[in-house]
């Protein structure tokens, strides 16, 4: 038997508490809508229980024990934080990186939903969070997650065009309809290497371990490690979030003591540490984890995308969220701030859940509830919005010449469709008639899409 630890690491930019009801007034600088006082008091704590003191045990540990091997995802946004305000924290994961002993895997730089976005924006997010731990670390990761484990085949083709020959993904039981997730399997339209994650055996460090309703309370390293060598497969993914070790779990309830007897318990029972991307030139894959792009999955919640888009008013932010990423790409300064407004959390906060589920997704809410995060949320984008809005007016050239629309905002000719400017001056030189033939419909798409009330006196002036 052998096991691949992964640690998911991510700090989310909070919102401040935004009122709807208030005239929207754009700043002078965009960024003042997150609460940066707030976030580095979050950053400093979990830094001190998690970042320092977790990532200090785990490097003893590879230190005294050469067979011990761990996983990170760390979403490029918390590096920045960390690169920024904790600098020592960087130098920790610096020297455990030195070794072969640690692989760190790739995910979306803004911990995003990106992937229902725009693949472009997924494709940049992907690149900017490798490229900043090749940056840090002089790593280039080989495998790759989505956002808290979203998957679908789609995604997984996707990540393998873009140089990752092995994901790591949510093991959901009614996709593998009786089979074990212990074990390799490949996509089937793409043969990419898939890695699932025993959420049981996951769960039981990640929510359960100082639950003292628990029947397997307390939780020993001793006794995981027991569960882990009689479990049957080739190997066993836990993942989890990082901050388990000291934020969710507290410092009291044990959880070092865990984190650094683990390795040792684990190896006493002779069972093997894998990274990552090991474990596709070890195993051969046991059969395919088929999950069409309807049915797409996640590690959160009921293991699909309602965390994030299971409720009306998380559809609605989404679809703004969507809409105002192609007139913010553009603008470089526009941009950075929009990007800051697709991480996850933001729209995990608007969830609407209850019981055990609902619990957790108020412990993160930093605005109370569903409802207020929605009203803050929403007034950010707003603002963005506006924001945008006069910077297109300011720099009306720069924005025709570079933007894009999604397929729902594109003119649709007969046999043509424009979905930018650029396109749309392309059929209007080369086919004028038809042109002619969608004048007024024309008229009313380039005013409402574009902000083009006089379409000869913008060519002229933006020299087009």
Partial sequence: MHIALLFEAHQPIRLKRLNES???????????????????????????????????????????????????????????????????????????????????????????????????????????????????????????????????????????????????????????????????????????????????????????????????????????????????????????????????????TGIYNFLEWLPREIIKRKIGFLNISEIKDKFSAKDSYDVPPWNTISWADERDLSAWLGNEMQKESFNLLRKLYYYSKPFNNILETYRKLTISDHLYYIAKK????????????PQGNAEKAFQAYTMALTLLQLKTKNEIEEKICEFLKNVDLPSELCFYFKEYKACSFREFLKIKETNPLLIKEYENELKTWLKDIFMVNNLDEITNYCNL
Avoid at 354 to 365: A, D, I, L, S
Wanted: charged share 25%.
């Fill in 354 to 365: 209850y019981g055990p589920t609902g619990e957790v997704h108020n412990y993160f809410n």
């Fill in 22 to 252: 208030l005239p929207p007034m754009i700043p002078d600088n965009i960024d003042e809508i997150f609460d940066y006082y707030t976030n580095d008091l979050v950053l400093d704590r979990v830094s001190e229980r998690t970042y320092r003191n977790a990532t200090k045990i785990i490097k003893n540990s590879i230190k005294e024990l050469k067979e011990y091997k761990v996983n990170f995802s760390i979403s490029g946004i918390l590096l920045e934080q960390l690169n920024k305000k904790h600098k020592d924290i960087i130098d920790i994961f610096k020297e455990i990186g030195e070794s072969d002993n640690v692989e760190f895997i790739s995910q979306t730089y803004y911990h995003s939903l990106a992937w229902f976005i725009d693949k472009r924006e997924f494709y940049d997010q992907i690149k900017m969070d490798s490229d900043i731990i090749k940056e840090i670390f002089g790593y280039k990761p080989r495998a790759a997650e989505n956002t808290e484990f979203i998957y679908n085949n789609d995604i997984g083709c996707f990540l393998k065009d873009i140089g990752f020959d092995t994901v790591v993904t949510e093991g959901v039981d009614y996709i593998l309809n009786g089979r074990s997730p212990n074990y390799l399997y490949y996509n089937p339209q793409c043969n990419n290497k898939v890695v699932l994650r025993n959420y049981r055996l996951s769960d039981d460090i990640g929510f359960r371990f100082s639950n003292r309703n628990w029947d397997q309370y307390p939780l020993t390293a001793e006794k995981y490690a027991t569960w882990i060598n009689e479990t049957p497969g080739d190997f066993v993914f836990v993942a989890i979030d990082y901050e388990t070790f000291g934020e969710h779990h507290n410092p009291s």
